[in-house]
């Protein structure tokens, strides 16, 4: 069976996290994205990037051993072009994946 794993939406920022300030353990937002084509959602998928300095000309991004992209699945929903797409995201910084909860925001 072949898949297809072409983005459907744009891109958007879930959350900054500075490691010389306090970290909130609890975080919660939601977030939308517009569809860029026609086709079926069942995941979002997370990345990370890492900056290095304070202006961010160096940086890393997702590796196999450091914050690798990960898919998390969503119930499988139909979209054209130009739909909006509501997630409510919520986890517990440092808790792992059983902790990390995502859903379609109503």
């Known amino acids: 069976m072949e898949y297809n794993t072409t983005?459907?939406?744009n891109v958007e920022f879930l959350s900054k996290i500075c490691f010389s300030e306090p970290i909130?353990?609890?975080f919660s937002a939601n977030i939308q994205f517009i569809s860029e084509q026609t086709g079926i959602v069942n995941s979002a998928l997370l990345s990370s990037k890492?900056?290095?300095n304070k202006d961010?000309?160096?940086s890393l991004g997702s590796t196999?051993?450091?914050n690798p992209l990960i898919a998390i699945p969503l119930p499988e929903?139909?979209?054209n072009v130009g739909d909006k797409i509501a997630i409510f995201?919520?986890?517990k910084f440092g808790g792992?994946?059983?902790n990390f909860n995502i859903s379609y925001a109503s």
Do not use: A, N
């Open 7 to 9: 983005p459907l939406t």
């Open 50 to 52: 890492i900056l290095i």
């Open 96 to 98: 792992g994946f059983p």
């Open 77 to 79: 929903r139909q979209v």
């Open 24 to 26: 909130k353990e609890d």
């Open 89 to 91: 995201v919520e986890y």
């Open 56 to 58: 961010g000309s160096i």
């Open 64 to 66: 196999f051993s450091l």
